[in-house]
């Protein structure tokens, strides 16, 4: 009788607390007076997330809903307190002008029992600053300009391995998500650990397995939400990001790679080399083997998905585009007639019609609808009486701002004209977020476009995209993920010209 007494007040003030302690997460908008929707418990305002609506369109509805209402609005992800920012200047000021007011993104990472999660993305503060004067380097034009013979070289194969394809199963249609992604993988494997990974070649390559493996989400929600709100007491329980599998795996190829190269005196135009360039260096604070191995997946953790979305969505619309994609051959013959059908980073550079594609791919099909910053330190909103307490998460809704009528007209039309540089000198700065902006804008912005330019141009100069009876129009995006990807793959046909 005790025993069923002592579980039955349990079971009651075990609810009370939680209840207690979603009330007062909850009420934090409506204590402070600021504008917000009324959330549900445990869900806050993404009670559709996952089921019937992406985050993308849930932040979507609420930016239109608001837009010309208020500048911000108060928000709950899930059980974590945030605003979300509508007015441009706003934005600015979070992202760039006021930026160390907002120096961390809100992500978790465990240094002692995870190296790997304390990479560039989810550091914050000095840590992040340190990190991120560490990776810069690595990515100037002069760094990429060495690099891009490496990545020529991958695009290469990626056309032998479309014409082995096409000779053992010649009318079978190509899912271009799965075939990039192995495109993508392979360079960054090759520049960032100097391996050849050839997942192109073998689809069930080890390498690939384990990028893939680190990509699946390792906690729940109620999970990831404890790791985001309590930062220090999941270090302390030594909660990780990463698996163990991922870990060792992404540690001993590294270790393997700067051993070899320090034995061999090999030297390689690749992030690797300028690594270890950092490791024995007297200018600087010398790299551990485990900061090399953590720069060096930096280029997967921050590069593949990424990658992998913007350029399959690129040939998705081209394949639905003839007209655009007829100009961007045309425009790549040109270019690739000046410099004797070799493909150089000049070149490259000179296709500006190309990138206007790349940039109006990214506008329609954004690779990640939202960026967010946490506030480090009491932030008083220029012109109104509110503040932004420490430790709120701010959201910055990109793809919303992407698909608002008002700055980018008929916006699910797809216009490479959208992105000449006259009509971009026209625009906010803050209307153009794919690659986030200030201090902490995406590192691989540079090398993720050369590295999907570089592929286009394989592509295009070989190939006719087209749209197959397969082909999902209009497209369907998976619902529960970070990255954007079609929900049931895409396919198309290439035509060899
Ligand atoms: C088309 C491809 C890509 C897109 C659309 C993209 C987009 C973004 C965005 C929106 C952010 C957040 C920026 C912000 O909060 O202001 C970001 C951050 C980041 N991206 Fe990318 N990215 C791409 C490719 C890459 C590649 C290839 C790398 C590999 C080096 C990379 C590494 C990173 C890193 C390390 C960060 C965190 C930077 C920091 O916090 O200091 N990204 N990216």
Known sequence: MDLLYFLIYFTIGSCTIIYMFLRKIY?????????????????????EFGKTKSIGQILREYYNKYKGLAKYIGFYLFLRRSLL???????????IK????FTSRGMYYNERNDPLSANVVYLQGEKWRKSRNELNPCFTSGKLKHMFPLAVDVSNQLIKVIKQQQLSTPNEDFEIHSLINRYIIDVAGSIGFGLNCNSLKNPNAEFKIMVHESFKPPHNIITFSFMSIFPDLSRKLGITYYSNNVQKFFLRISNE??????????????????????????KIERLSMNQIATHAFTLLTGGVETNTSAMSFCLYELALNQDVQDKARAEINKVLT??????????MNEMKYLQQVFNENLRLHSVFSLTTRVCTKDYAIPNTNHVIEKDTLVIVPIDAIYHDPEIYPNPEQFDPERFSADEVKKRHPMANLGFGEGPRICVGKRFGTMQIMIGLVMLLR???????SKTCVPMQYKLNKLVTEAKDGIYLKLVKI
């Open 27 to 47: 009420s934090y908008w409506e204590k402070r007076g600021v504008l917000h929707v009324k959330p549900s418990f445990f869900l806050g305002n993404c009670q």
């Open 85 to 95: 920012v509508i007015d441009f200047d706003l934005i600015k000021n979070v992202l």
């Open 338 to 347: 000046r410099y004797e059908e070799e493909l150089t980073y000049e070149g």
């Open 462 to 468: 070989n190939y006719r995209i087209m749209p197959t």
């Open 257 to 282: 790679m700067v051993k070899f190269r320090e034995q061999t005196e090999v030297q390689r135009n690749d992030m690797m080399n300028l690594l270890i360039e950092l490791k024995n260096s007297d």
């Open 98 to 101: 006021d930026f160390e007011y």
